[in-house]
């Protein structure tokens, strides 16, 4: 993937894009992964049980730390970081680290950081040959709690780390979750990594707060250039290294005016026209309550897609029942006002599991999940129609199933949200008289066979991130087969073209609510492909608005 080029004294190299946005700034490498160097040492009988109480000290010390990020996060609205650094908590409750451990210092007698570290290490080999990308992200997972208990345990491991790092580029082999969630846009400029996907916790963190990240370079290679400037474009996957004065003066100008994207709050005019005045409908993608407070000011009139999964990521399906659903989504069509709000029933399986959901598929992005699940285990798909009818009362409300592949899985789901209707209002609730139903089209075969499913559909909107995979045939989320997801590639195109103009002539909406939807770089072409909704993360809303404003399709078309 990576290709290196001496242009003059500038060395240009290209990485994977994880996470948008140019920075430039001093390069320090960081030692995250290096080896755990700890003393190992006797402790006398009589001092044991002080021993541990040190131990359940850093445990709960660590817990405290965890439990500060996730205030943070919930307070800036990060649901995927606040529930990635939820999982870390758990973990640290599990009896594996507490009792066990515990049992283990008593048994050899031996110093916290050293049993806790061979534990650790143990556990780490037992699965280093695991090439699963799930289980290796829950071993970075292991790792970064790890790192942080044995900060507290052994506090001079860790000092020489955590100095220099602000304003900077931060280069490392790889990146834990929690660092990249301490990390602020402002002291750390960037993330360059050797590995890690653009699903990865890390990514999905550095995607939330802003922060421009490149992955797929050779740190080797910016070991020699430490201190060096360097300018990251994470839209595009550049580093420049020792960039030249014409270089460094035409990024600053791109830095400039992307800023904008940062800025939510000061967007004005409710209506985006391109410059001939085409009307362009932008919505926002939603995963938590806490989006809804960036939405007041972006002025835009309808939630394109709530990801209602994310509600309830890293939980018990079970445990989340019709009552507390039915509270969040009531909460959430309240806020929404006077935006029409589009709820995704719940999108899991495959990359995102909900805890009881889990399923040990051979396949499982080809397995059982989304709309296949529901309808398999009937009950969930119950409880979450009941209370998002029940909310719907409280404002507009529209139903969207993903991962839908025929028309048979179609027409199943409808009949099962009719029933489910009919069931409330015999038990005296109040439900609302019409509801469109709609459909993501993130599957090749709904995408052949448009015509027919658009006779079945209110609506449909566009799910890339999906249909990429399943035409590519690359995982989402596999980092050796980035550099094959290629999110403008002609057949996507085409396909976007093809749904687009027989929606259209069905006079249903589309919408395309998958991650090209929020590129600045792709909006012009998907408008010209006919596209007239586009469904963005509100830190994007300014940016897309933005690009629209300065497109002539007239222009274009003549
Ligand atoms: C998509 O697949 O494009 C999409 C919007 O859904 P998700 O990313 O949640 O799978
Ligand atoms: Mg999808």
Known sequence: MEKVALVS????????????????????????????????????????????????????????????????????????????????????????????????????????????????????????DESDPEVHQRLLDVKDVAARVLKHLYPQWVEHDEKNLLQSIICSYELV???????????????????????????????????????????????????????????????????SKTTINMYQRKQRGQSVRFDVMKEEEAEVRTIDGTIIDVQANVETLADLDLLKRAKIKKIGLVRSEFLYMRKELETVGENEQYQLYKKLVQLAGNMEIVFRVFDIGSDKKLLSANNHEPNPALGERSIRFLLKHRKFFSTQIRAILRASVFGKVHLMLPLVTDIGELIEAKMHIHEERLKLEKEGYEVPGVLSIGCMVEVPAFVIMCDQMVKECDFLSIGTNDLIQYTLAVDRSNPLTSDRYGEAHPSI??????????????????????????????????????????????????????????????????
């Open 9 to 128: 004294e500038e060395i240009r190299l290209q990485g994977v894009p994880i996470s948008g946005g140019i920075a430039i700034g001093i390069i320090q490498v960081f030692h995250h992964n290096e080896e755990w160097v700890v003393p190992e040492y006797e402790i006398l009988h009589e001092h044991i049980e002080l021993e541990i109480g040190r131990y359940r000290l850093a445990l709960s010390k660590s817990k405290e730390n965890l439990r500060e990020l996730q205030d943070l996060f919930h307070e800036e609205g990060g649901s995927e970081g606040a529930s990635i650094i939820g999982a870390q908590i758990q973990m640290l409750e599990d009896p594996l680290l507490t009792g066990e451990i515990e049992d283990k210092i008593r048994a050899s007698r031996k110093n916290g950081e050293s049993v806790f570290k061979g534990f650790i290490s143990e556990y780490m080999r037992f699965f280093s």
């Open 177 to 243: 979750p929690s660092y990249t969630a301490e990390a602020t846009l402002g002291e750390v400029q960037a993330f360059i990594t050797e590995i890690g996907g653009s699903t990865s916790h890390a990514a999905l963190i550095a995607k939330a707060k802003a922060i421009p990240y490149v992955s797929n370079i050779k740190i080797d290679t910016l070991k020699v250039s430490g201190g060096c400037t360097v300018i990251v474009d994470g839209t595009y996957g550049n580093v420049i290294i020792n960039p």
């Open 493 to 558: 195109l085409r396909m976007i073209e093809h749904v687009v103009k027989i929606g259209h002539g069905a006079n249903i909406p589309v919408s395309i609510c998958g991650e090209i939807a929020s590129n600045p770089l792709y909006t012009k072409r998907l408008l010209e492909l006919g596209v007239r909704a586009l469904s963005c993360a509100p830190r994007y809303i300014p940016a897309i608005k933005r690009a629209i404003r300065s497109i002539d399709l007239e222009s274009v078309c003549s």
